[in-house]
């Protein structure tokens, strides 16, 4: 038996299941300086044709992590999901993300494959922190004790036992880690079920076509969902209840009735999956938590199967890393339940029952179509998610309206560039290691700033004056020219923005002369810690003209 005998101090985060949400959360926590161990069962990543859509904010998140670019690079990349009647094949109303270059970096979604994107972030993950990813490590059991957790595992070369900090559970819709802690998961799996089906077919010279690369076609009868993939055309219809796996020649037949005739046509693979919305009692006990499909199994429709785990690989790492650099307490981390659990239960999954009612064309519409381009943008790339980040409820997953809305509590801010000392940087890469107090205030008149912040909060001012070398300001500043940052967060008057590391807002306060001790305080009380006396706040002109 192999025995992993780390010390307390150094003990990984231990991930179970080597899927996307399982790789990009532990890509999180390498970013955050968190060591962390990925065990999975098989001795190969998965090769079955799965979820093939990546939402803008999924690939925020990624780009987050350091892990986007190659991604990118393996990818389609899109500017309009597509809307249409599968009868008479004209759209019903397209969703252009270009409506978002105000609001991201990435103002489009992609198309991979799942078997071909984990092999990419797993390859990044080996980059960054080699040995990470153990295969052939399947999970027995495991115990926790006051200071971590020991997994017993089988491995390729007999029993292990492992110990680790925490062990997050990535290990899918019949995670055995949530059958141990005895979890109950509430739900329905629907009679119908899915096919899905890669082809090889040339809809772009040959047989040219002009569906847009991710289209939605609508029918009561059969609806069809067509995906371009790097290397092939993926199409998903519903199977009736009750009926049998179609044969080749009866799949290419379908293919040929929703899309016509052909040249050649080659069917590549096949995927029959179940319908799911069944979502865990409880996504954590003690120092064991679960993640994606073993915490909500949505089956994908508008993509958001994996892109709603994603949003998970957002909310976990920085809390994991605060409490493991002492910069927060435990119950931190009860935040992530809180925040995430609304957003898959009535969020995601409301949402993609509602897809479906559009689809059969038992709906004309749902909550989040209709309502503008913006809104419609905003919203089916996930970028409209708002969190509870307060415990009082208030959340959201859409937003409405033809033009972009003022930043609230909760929401995920516009990633916009910001000008430094040493040039432009996007918002969100700034803001990815700490907490920001942003005082949108006047530079010029030398806002006193405190001489020191709790570990883990920067103070900083953005501003349209430029912070001149004799404030005292200028390591504290941002230039934000033509007050682009300002207008766009919709800020009327000074305010102090407490913005989180994953990109929400935290809680928004307007601005006054003693406003850093009470962002302190605020921040204090949400990583968990006593509020002590307010550092002094000082006008750092003073120690530049002296």
Known sequence: MTVNSASAAKKPVAIVGAGPIGLMTALGLIRYGVPVVV?????????????GTILTRTLEVLDRYDALADVLTAAVRIDEIGELDRVTG?????????????????????????????????????????????????????????????LHLDGPDGPVDFEASRLLACDGGRSRVREQLGIRVEGKTLEQRYMLIDLKVDLDVANPRQYPYLAYFGDPQEWMILVRQPHCWRFLYPLAPGADEPGTEELVAKARRF???????????????????????????????????????ITPMWALGLNTGALDASNLPWRLAWVERGWAEESLLDGYETEQSPVAVLGSGQMAEAARAVMDRRSNATEGMGAGGWGDAFTRTLLG???????????????????????????RVPDLPVVTPRGPKPLHRLAADSFHALHFTDARRHPKLPLAAPDGLRHVVVSRW?????????????????????????LEQDTVVLLRPDGHVAAMVPWREDVAATIDGLYLDLVGRPVVSAAPEQDLAEGARS
């Open 466 to 490: 430029d912070a001149p070398h004799d404030s005292g300001l200028r390591d504290h500043a941002w230039f934000d020219p033509g007050d682009r940052i300002r207008r766009r967060f919709g």
């Open 385 to 411: 998610v708002s969190l509870d980040v307060d415990g009082t409820g208030d959340w959201s997953m859409v937003r409405q309206g033809s033009v972009p809305l003022p930043v609230r509590p909760g929401d």
């Open 39 to 51: 065990f999975e069962e098989d001795d190969a990543l998965s090769l079955d044709t799965k979820a």
């Open 259 to 297: 899309i016509g005739d052909v040249s050649e046509l080659e069917v590549l693979g096949t995927n029959i999956y179940p319908v799911h919305q069944r979502v865990a009692d409880s996504w954590r006990n003690g120092r064991v938590f679960l993640m994606g499909d073993a915490a909500h199994l």
């Open 90 to 150: 004209k759209s019903t109303g397209s969703v252009l993300t270009g409506a978002l270059v105000e609001d991201t970096r990435f103002p489009f979604v992609i198309n991979i494959p799942q078997h071909e994107l984990e092999p990419v972030l797993s390859a990044r993950l080996e980059e960054l922190a080699p040995g990470t990813v153990r295969m052939q490590h399947r999970l027995d059991s495991f115990e926790q004790k006051p200071d971590g957790v020991v």
